[in-house]
């Protein structure tokens, strides 16, 4: 799933920049799977469609919807899905802006939105009260959740609620059996109190990347110390995690001077592939042999995300995956050409 930008969000003045980016993730994700791309209204809805066909892109694997949005970082507004007994569940946490740092109303309302215009079809929706990006959390996908405390555990998301009653939510909504929470981890420029996407991610269960940067990096100290902790951590069986560094990234500055938060650890994981967000920097190379050798059975395919993190965030915060169980109903009919 994609929120595409548009000109009330805060990427207004750089829509041309970051529409061929969109365009390049939607070109290679419509390779392997369906994506559905949320438009802020009909007119916008028709502006995407003309830019998909200029660029050539197919459209036979494009759902589209449309609902009201803030802004596009649809990892943190988009439902999380749980696959149960009973089937597919999409939970639909409460998105307040990353701790009421900026407008969260609309995206707030972006799942309830698509939910009752039958974009899931079948698949229940299933509220919950605690305050959660997907951002946010990292898991192994056999019940071990790995996030830093100060993405989750904040007065500015959840006041009311200690860590044990946190965890409680999670295990019962997510299924998590194992807490991994780190106290350290942070890159500069980032707005979001440290998201577990942008600083560690898991190849598979054993094996966990990494953020990294260099000595003389003012970011070196909180990483090497997350490091430690990644290293004290233990698997189920209690053999220590396979941990990989991630290429150290130098300082890319926005033309205000201030450092933005460009990172190898938001990547995107699809069926057969990984997009690898790069920055037209010679460690892009390194990166992608990286991720090769980790992730050996699927293609690695570099996406240029310097539009991206201007406004701080990267390819693994625009987007959000739904398992197959999920599905979309079939394309929407296509409107009419605009008058």
């Not at 969000?9 to 994700?29: E, H, K, N, P």
């Not at 660029?55 to 596009?72: H, K, P, V, W, Y």
Request: negative net charge; proline residues 9%; contains cysteine.
């Amino acid at each position: 799933m994609l929120t595409w930008p548009h000109r009330d969000t805060d990427w207004s003045d750089q829509l041309a920049a970051v529409d061929q980016v969109y365009l390049s993730i939607c070109r290679q994700v419509s390779r392997f799977q369906m994506l559905l791309i949320v438009c802020n209204s009909e007119r916008h809805q028709q502006v995407i469609r003309r830019k998909l066909e200029d660029a050539g892109i197919d459209s036979s694997a494009l759902r589209f919807a449309i609902a009201q949005s803030n802004d596009s970082w649809a990892r943190d507004h988009a439902p999380l899905t749980c696959i149960g007994e009973e089937g597919a569940l999409l939970l639909d946490f409460q998105f307040n802006g990353w701790g009421g740092k900026y407008p969260a109303n609309l995206d707030n309302q972006i799942t309830e939105t698509l939910f009752r215009s039958g974009v899931f079809a079948h698949i229940q929706r299933q509220p919950v009260p605690l305050v959660l990006e997907g951002g946010a959390i990292e898991t192994d996908g056999q019940g071990t959740l790995l996030a830093t405390r100060s993405s989750i555990l904040t007065p500015s998301r959840n006041p009311q609620l200690k860590t044990v009653q946190v965890e409680a939510v999670l295990a019962e909504q997510l299924g998590i059996e194992r807490f991994l929470w780190l106290d350290h981890g942070h890159l500069s420029g980032d707005d979001t109190d440290g998201h577990i996407d942008t600083l560690a991610r898991f190849a598979d269960p054993a094996t966990i990347l990494y953020s990294t940067a260099t000595p003389d990096d003012p970011d070196y100290p909180e990483l090497e110390a997350m490091a430690a902790e990644l290293g004290r951590f233990r698997q189920p069986d209690g053999t220590p995690y396979r941990l990989v560094p991630l290429p150290p990234i130098p300082p890319i500055i926005s033309a205000d001077g201030h450092r933005l938060p460009a990172g190898y650890a938001n990547f995107l994981i699809i069926n057969d592939a990984v997009l690898l967000p790069v920055y037209d920097i010679p460690q892009d190379v390194e990166a992608v042999h990286c991720l090769q050798t980790h992730f050996p059975k699927r293609e690695i395919i570099p996406i240029n995300c310097l539009p991206l993190i201007r406004q701080n965030g990267s390819l693994h915060c625009i987007t959000m995956q739904f398992p197959e169980q999920v599905g979309f109903p079939i394309p929407s009919p296509r409107p009419d050409p605009a008058d």
